[in-house]
């Protein structure tokens, strides 16, 4: 995406995540939310035990800060940051209960790991980055080489290297991570376990668009119930054959492989 003039105009005026940091609430909203959902990797929470949760924040901050400064109830902040002009939440209900459910939107996870971000790190590895970026290049140009030739060299090659390091173990010399090179891969599994978790609450939120549009379009729908059938068929196959749906796809057969994990 193009950082211009209008782009970056467009995106202060309507995206939440922008609004979120403008908010004169923003240290509050952001501060409450990133402890209650992020930190402990809370997807969804009663809106009882969020109101509750806030309601004791507000009683520490009006302490320091007086009576006036949040006067409303905890569950009216919340209702408003789930509002539509605001998308820092997401209300919804669990199917057969009447209890308000509230969840992070990506949009408000994307403005908190940016300022998680602006603190400085007292450490910053980059030789487990460097290899990953490494062993990501090498598998594009292993999954994409089409010379049986080639890729029976390769795996010979990585045959004798893995002989090699056994003869090395076996004759006694086993190379082992120091506290450094642990603590780097460490800080890198962690960021990226983050990452992850921010991307599975975008590709839900994607989900739920494509399905509400397809209930819209069913109550708005005037033609034949087969052109409709047909019409939203296509739609999900086109959804599945994109590069999100063959990634998610990809992922999810991953997670269901106990002999891909091993």
Do not use: C
């Not at 602006?118 to 450490?123: A, K, V």
């Not at 642990?182 to 960021?191: G, H, L, N, P």
């Not at 708005?220 to 409709?228: F, Q, V």
């Amino acid at each position: 995406m193009p950082l211009d003039f209008a782009t970056l105009d467009a995106l202060r005026s309507h995206h939440p995540a922008w609004r979120l940091l403008r908010s004169d609430h923003a240290v509050l909203v952001a501060s409450f939310l990133h402890r209650v959902f992020v930190t402990p990797n809370v997807r969804g929470m009663p809106a009882a035990d969020l109101a509750e949760a806030l309601e004791d924040e507000l009683y520490a901050l009006r302490l320091t800060r007086g009576e006036d400064a949040f006067p409303k109830p905890a569950i009216d902040y919340l209702n408003d940051w789930a509002g539509a002009d605001k998308g820092w939440l997401r209300k919804y209900y669990k199917p057969g209960t009447d209890e308000a459910q509230f969840d992070l939107t990506p949009a408000t996870e994307k403005a908190l790991a940016w300022l998680a971000q602006l603190s400085e790190r007292q450490f910053v590895g980059t030789e487990s980055r460097l290899l990953t970026l490494f062993a990501l290049l090498k598998q594009m140009g292993e999954g994409s080489e089409t010379d049986p030739a080639r890729r029976i060299a390769e795996l010979q090659r990585k045959r004798d290297e893995i002989d090699a390091e056994m003869a090395r173990v076996l004759a006694g010399d086993i190379p082992l991570l120091d506290d450094t090179a642990i603590k780097d891969r460490f800080q890198q599994f962690m960021q990226g376990a983050r990452e992850l978790l921010a991307d599975f609450r975008e590709v839900e939120h994607n989900f739920r668009q494509l399905d509400r549009r397809v209930r819209e379009r069913i109550a708005l729908w005037e033609g034949s119930k087969g052109a409709l059938l047909e019409q939203i068929m296509g739609e999900r196959d086109a959804i599945a054959d994109s590069d999100q749906g063959r990634s998610f796809r990809a992922f999810w057969d991953f997670l269901l492989s106990s002999r891909r994990q091993e």
